[in-house]
């Protein structure tokens, strides 16, 4: 056995992983957004280069620093980061799914500052790509890893989710409990494979959910081999 640093399983692997919130702008002052730290993807990016993997980070805007050793794409929207996600996805191995992708945008973005008006404003949204399901239907040798941000029915819904978008793994939080989900430094997740068991996991660092993700991928592949 070797401590999570020394240990190289990950060595030539090429790994992806999205983290952070996606911005879809409504005009030139303003944008949609939601409560993404992008914490958990960066531990993941950071566990998957001391495991040995070459790593790309395409990440929305956060306070976070890249880690050292990755490859950094910084994007806005969910279309830019499909876009960085789409033309990197032949050459991985593995692809984690960990941002918080908007799901609608404004169907109009206007070039001119929105003036207020008198009364409510009723704005149009359009259904953003669903990256996950894309990369599912376009999947080769890559191993996917999707995220599922629940409230409530969470096994049904991860479940759900791995089978709609064909993901390999999804990792269920349950974002209304304390010390899981959004801003906090821990989380409480549980990780369910195609034909594994749940794997509930206790209230951990998000430094030690990523080297147990990571763990549950190499197991998956191994079984997979
Ligand atoms: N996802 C994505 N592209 C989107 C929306 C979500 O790639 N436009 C990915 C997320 O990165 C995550 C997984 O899909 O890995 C699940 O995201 P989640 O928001 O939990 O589920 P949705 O499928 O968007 O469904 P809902 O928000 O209605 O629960
Ligand atoms: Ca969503």
């Known amino acids: 056995y070797f401590a999570a ?30 409560h993404s730290s992008g914490k958990m993807g960066y531990a993941i990016a950071e566990a ?15 306070n976070l620093n890249p880690p050292a050793g990755v490859e950094f794409v910084q994007i806005d929207s969910a279309e830019e980061m499909y876009q960085a996600v ?6 991985m191995d593995i692809v984690v799914k960990s941002a918080a992708v908007a799901d609608y945008r404004p169907k109009v973005v206007h070039t001119n500052k929105m003036k207020k008006k008198s009364g409510d404003l009723v704005m149009e949204l359009e259904r953003t790509r669903d990256i996950l399901a894309e990369l ?14 629940e409230t409530e029915n969470v096994e049904e819904n991860a479940r759900g989710k791995m089978e709609r978008k064909r993901a390999d793994m999804i ?8 010390g899981a989900g959004f801003g906090v430094d ?3 997740v549980t990780i369910y494979t195609r034909d594994g068991e749940a794997q509930q ?22 079984q997979e081999a």
């Open 5 to 34: 640093e020394t240990r190289c399983d990950l060595a030539g692997q090429k790994l992806l992983v999205t983290a952070g919130a996606t911005r879809e702008s409504v005009d030139p002052v303003r944008f949609f957004t939601n």
């Open 48 to 62: 998957a280069v001391k495991r040995g993997a070459d790593v790309v980070l395409v990440s929305g805007r956060t």
């Open 86 to 91: 789409i033309a990197r996805y032949d050459e």
């Open 136 to 149: 599912g239907a376009r999947k080769m040798h890559q191993f996917l890893v999707g995220f599922a941000a």
């Open 171 to 178: 990792v269920a939080n349950n974002v209304a409990e304390a």
């Open 186 to 188: 821990t989380n409480i």
């Open 201 to 222: 996991l206790p209230q951990m660092s998000k430094a030690d959910i990523a080297d147990r993700i990571l763990d549950a991928v190499v197991a998956a592949r191994k």
